[in-house]
């Protein structure tokens, strides 16, 4: 079950409706969103509902394990546990086929030939961030910044809250389980503002993104596109990404506070950004704090050193991109940007106080989106053949230009949109989201033209997966 379906536009009304009448009540609450959440998870394939499951149970009981050991090696080994069990299922669902195919592969780079019998994993939807989301909450019991949770259901929920469980954003224990201890207060405030975000990002996801993965499937398909037809349909597929996950995020930001339940913001305008330094601290801001916390800084950080320092950056780039798929591709898309942010360490630039933009700022903007763009164009490649490929294809063909919209209909439509958009993308960012949301749009006229444009382009296009749930 997905946000943009209509199995969820029945499932959510009616999980609403019975968390209402429970108010007064939030361990019942609590109770109905363990199963709501559940259910919701299980509707892919019931099965994964073993393995988020066995993640609970492990971390909870480690955590109580945890607050019962003050001898530090035991607390160790309780930690070794929680390490062990979550990142050895995520490497085996994500990683062993990885691994035995360059196994294989490196055997018959020496003339050694092997067929071994390796059974199909499936991906579980959503692995990837609910491991990330129990092993902070293990990690911080550890440290002793958090007390462990004893209320089992409370924790459950905390792990498998259904809004943000399958892409994020990844929340801290230290900022969700609390919410989970108590009660929660549904305003008339609250529930204007999930509603208006609700609408917001299904615009992004099926007007914004869904039209925009029409070019980019188009560019990176065998069509013969070459020179500035490939460079729009780059830029097309860095619209259609943000589009989708940062549509996504505010789909599950918007839903949570419906329940009384705030998350965190995950995206703030990345593209606006005057360096990658600047992008990182905007784009899926959840795991990027995430990486910092739980593998950089514990690294050494920045304390031992400009060498350990620039080792650190270049392996939590390497990391995050091997986190989002087991392929060459998306660890090169983690080395193209660690190559690109290397100097901005070195001079110190990334830690830059954010200012206020201005219009000075377009070249840098324009140079940050490029870097970004040319680093997407390995991430939505096949493999890293056909990202050498794409690129190929871009520094071609420069003097047969054909009219994009010639080739694709619907083009001049979509370019509309999409000014308007980033428009109000800008606005947002310029003079911050309550001024245009209380001042520049009033009414329920707003979220209601949100949904008939979205309608609109949903019943002309086909609709396309949300990119994260691969992850």
Avoid at 11 to 30: D, E, S, Y
Avoid at 101 to 128: C, E, F, N, R
Avoid at 273 to 284: K, M
């Amino acid at each position: 079950m997905h946000f943009v379906s209509t199995a969820f536009w029945v499932f959510l009304p009616t999980v609403l409706a019975l968390f209402w009448c429970l108010r007064g009540h939030w361990r019942w609450q609590n109770v109905l969103l363990l199963v709501a959440s559940y259910f919701f998870y299980g509707w892919w394939d019931a099965r994964f509902l073993l393995l988020i499951a066995g993640s609970t149970v492990v971390d909870f009981l480690v955590g109580l394990q945890l607050a019962r050991t003050p001898q530090k090696s035991r607390r160790q080994v309780w930690l070794g546990v929680s390490l062990a069990f979550n990142l050895g299922m995520l490497g085996w669902f994500k990683y062993a086929g990885f691994l035995v195919d360059q196994w294989v592969s490196a055997w018959a780079s020496v003339g050694v030939q092997m067929d071994p019998m390796t059974a199909k994993v499936i991906l579980p939807v959503g692995i990837s961030f609910y491991t990330f989301q129990t092993l902070s909450y293990s990690i911080d019991v550890y440290r002793r910044r958090l007390e462990p949770c004893r209320d089992p259901v409370a924790f459950a929920t905390y792990v498998a809250f259904f809004p943000q469980l399958v892409a994020g954003p990844i929340e801290r224990a230290t900022r969700l389980l609390p919410q989970m201890l108590g009660s929660r207060t549904v305003s008339s405030a609250a529930i204007r503002t999930g509603w208006r975000l609700i609408c917001w990002g299904i615009f992004k996801k099926v007007v914004i993104a869904d039209s925009a993965a029409v070019y980019a499937n188009a560019a990176f398909a065998d069509s013969g596109w070459s020179g500035p037809l490939m460079v729009l349909g780059v830029v097309a597929f860095a619209l259609q990404i943000y589009g989708d996950f940062s549509g996504y995020s505010d789909i599950a930001i918007g839903t949570a506070r419906l329940f009384g339940i705030r998350l965190r913001s995950n995206f703030r305008f990345p593209y606006f950004s005057r360096d990658l330094g600047e992008f990182w601290r905007r784009w899926h801001v959840s795991l990027n704090t995430w990486f910092r916390d739980y593998l950089y800084i514990p690294l050494g950080g920045s304390r031992k050193g400009r060498g350990r320092a620039l080792f650190n950056v270049a392996v939590v780039f390497l990391v995050s991109g091997l986190w989002h798929g087991a392929n060459w591709k998306f660890v090169t898309w983690g080395a193209v940007h660690a190559l690109c942010f290397v100097p901005l360490f070195l001079t110190g630039s990334n830690r830059r106080p954010e200012q206020v933009w201005h219009w000075s700022d377009v070249p840098r903007t324009l140079w940050t989106f490029a870097v970004v763009c040319f680093a997407w164009v390995f991430f939505r490649a096949n493999d890293l053949g056909h990202a050498l490929e794409v690129l190929g294809r871009i520094t071609s063909g420069w003097r047969d230009v054909v009219w994009f919209n010639a080739m694709m209909p619907g083009f001049k439509t979509f370019v509309v949109v999409l000014t308007g958009f980033v428009a109000l993308e800008w606005v947002q960012f310029r003079f911050g989201i309550r001024w245009m949301w209380r001042r520049g749009w009033r009414g329920p006229w707003v979220e209601a033209l949100l949904v008939v444009l979205a309608l609109y382009f949903g019943l002309r296009q086909a609709s396309q997966e949300f990119i994260y749930f691969a992850f």
